[in-house]
């Protein structure tokens, strides 16, 4: 799976949540607690590992467990019936968009380190691509 993709699904979350507050549905919040649940958290504890000399990378695992840490507070005060709460931090420019656009930022740097981007997903080789 290529970056974007990832980042799609990072998104997602935020419809997820949105529909959560408006449907008043239970949100199941271990989904959005376990930075390793999706395939970008996957990723960068399992293939990552071997760029961890790159500053790019821990910006981008900081971001990342930044980003499931304000889904999981988001999903709980769903969850607990604080729904303005919840509104509050999904309004444009509040903590969700925050943090999802820190994450684009960070994986957009990963990215564009060399032996990382386009290039890289374009060859064999794990550094390009999310399994």
């Keep these: 799976m290529l970056f974007n993709d990832t980042l799609e699904e990072h ?3 935020g419809v997820s949540l949105r529909c959560g507050m408006h449907q ?3 949100l199941i919040t271990c989904a959005f607690a376990n930075e390793r649940s999706c395939a970008l958290g996957r990723w960068l504890h399992e293939e990552g590992t071997r760029c961890d000399e790159f500053p790019e990378l821990q910006q981008l695992r900081m971001a990342h467990a930044s980003f499931h ?4 507070v988001i999903a709980i005060s769903i969850t607990q019936g604080r729904l303005a709460e919840a509104a509050i931090m999904l309004e444009p420019d509040a903590l969700f968009e925050s943090a999802t656009r ?3 930022h960070a994986v957009s740097r990963f990215e564009k380190r060399p032996g990382v981007g ?3 997903a374009s060859t064999p080789g794990p550094l390009g691509l999310i399994h």
């Design 102 to 104: 820190m994450l684009v």
């Design 69 to 72: 840490t304000i889904t999981l």
């Design 11 to 13: 998104r997602m979350a």
């Design 24 to 26: 008043r549905v239970q």
């Design 118 to 120: 386009a290039a890289a």
